[in-house]
């Protein structure tokens, strides 16, 4: 079955740690995306890629990076430098010109 | 700039039909989409409607565009205690291959 699989669920980190979460997909998407939700907030884009080796900053990009080495993998790193880390973290991917697709999350909670 | 906004509630009893409301800004939006998120999880894509057509049908979920007042409706019959969930509408700004999304509408469906 066709995916986008983000790991773990829940993460735990203790303050000024840096934290990388996963997220793989085989949809054979171009386009990846990262979200961040926090409750009452909907959902906030941090970084987006529309193709491998290339990405953009969203609209939260400060403390955080990523990388797009494969078609596949678009990893988040959440570093010490983002103030309020703790949130739902959402993965998703697209062909171009069509819906995203979404991960289940990654719960982060930095204490 | 790119804005979506929805109510943040909305409760309804078993049965009746719910009623989603969303505005949003972006003119050029090519298509409006409805996800929906259940506790814990990522957001499923419910439907989406391409922004020349003023109304789709899918089950028991219809969807009505009104473009000259950038309004967006997403209506589901016979709601059932399973809807519970968080709708979300989203627009997809011409420039960008990202969504747009609004914070989120809450439905609380009473037996």
């Known amino acids: 079955d066709g995916g986008i699989t983000q790991s773990p669920k829940y993460l735990f980190r203790k303050e000024g740690q840096n934290v990388t979460l996963s997220c793989e997909q085989n949809?054979?998407?171009?386009?990846m995306y990262w979200y961040r939700q926090d409750p009452g907030q909907g959902l906030r884009l941090i970084y987006y890629?529309?193709?491998?080796?290339?990405?953009q900053k969203g609209d939260i990009a400060e403390g955080y990076s990523v990388s797009r080495e494969k078609k596949e993998s678009f990893p988040l790193t959440v570093t010490s430098a983002q103030k309020n880390p703790t949130a739902f973290y959402l993965c998703a991917s697209s062909r171009e010109n069509s819906p995203l697709h979404f991960g289940n999350g990654t719960r982060l909670t930095v204490t | 700039g790119e804005d979506v906004e929805q109510s943040l509630f909305l409760s309804v009893r078993e049965g009746d039909s719910s009623v989603i409301n969303c505005t949003y800004t972006d003119s050029s939006s090519t298509y409006l989409y409805w996800y929906k998120q259940e506790p814990g999880a990522g957001l499923q894509l419910l439907t989406y409607i391409f922004s020349n057509m003023d109304m789709k049908q899918d089950q028991r979920l219809t969807v009505l565009l009104n473009k000259k007042d950038k309004h967006l409706s997403l209506r589901i019959a016979d709601t059932q205690t399973g809807d519970s969930a968080i709708y979300f509408c989203?627009?997809?700004?011409?420039?960008?291959?990202?969504?747009?999304f609004g914070k989120g509408t809450k439905l609380s469906v009473k037996p």
């Open positions: 989203a627009e997809t700004p011409e420039s960008q291959g990202n969504l747009i």
């Open positions: 890629s529309q193709i491998v080796n290339d990405f």
């Open positions: 949809l054979n998407h171009d386009a």
